[in-house]
């Protein structure tokens, strides 16, 4: 009999994935890996520094809480060295990609004799709708589960180098990936476009996601920034945030809104999101990394969809 250990994207999921009573272990990995800057070398100590030295810049995340939620989990992770049979539990948007990239590099160098697997949930039915894995019923996890993705040595190799790319300084490496089609990751070459696309524009120095801000608060006229969150976290596509990652991008525009209660944007803030003046160099942050690359090192130009270095 094969022994199994799942890795689950989160710990919501982990709680219901424990309901299935399937068998096998079950790790969480509850890194956030999209944001800020990442090393290549996943587990490492250096790797583990900059991650936290982000998160408790930018979300005042304590070491205590890093210890405890993250740290011991990874230890756990590491400890689990007998299993020959380990699945993972991913979705189809930028947050769960990334991380999925990060367990895959990470298990090609330390698991490298187990059969992996993959239960990735994005496009489940005939609608446009994506679903996350919480979204789905028993019976169709279970399906999920019994038709599960068997990753070759190849797919294996393809994420880790994807993740090598997604680490280095240049982005415009990424932007000349061609041959997703030829590997097992549904949702893999949608989310890298998304990433690109997090770096600023031409058009007026602020990214996708950030005229995504203005052009919801202008047009929807939330009557709160509650109502604003909530708007941005239903229509957010692929990028798979929660309400603390928007809060971040809102606090960055903050001097382009006139008020949260209402939302308003200031004239400015108008201006920038007609194009008619630019941001960037108000906006720009020297130490704001998207994976190894600087943020502002870079520009997006939309109407060609490809990366410019400055």
Known sequence: MSSQLHITNGDSFTQKLKTLKLKGEIITWREMLCEGKTETNVGSESFWKTLFDFLHKNYKVSKSWFVEKTLKEYRSLCNHK???????????????????????????????YAEIYLVCTGDEDETNRLYRLNDLSDEQLLNSYENKIKLSQNDIEYADYVWQLYCSDNPIRLENLIDFDNYQFDYLSDAIKVHLRRFPTIKNGLNELENRVLEFSLQQKPKSKKE??????????????????????????????????????????????EGQTNYYSQIRDNEDYLGGALKYNFLYNTESGRILKL
Not at 83 to 102: P, S
């Open 228 to 273: 604003l969150l909530s708007s941005l976290t239903q229509n957010q596509g692929f990028y798979g945030f929660g309400d603390t990652q928007y809060e971040r991008v809102i606090s960055n525009l903050r001097p382009l809104f006139s008020s949260f209660n209402p939302v308003r944007l200031t004239r400015k803030g108008k201006e920038i999101l």
């Open 82 to 112: 007998q299993q020959d049979q380990i699945i993972l539990w991913f979705e189809y948007d930028l947050f769960c990609q990334i991380n999925m990239l990060a367990v895959l590099s990470w298990l090609k160098k330390h698991r490298r």
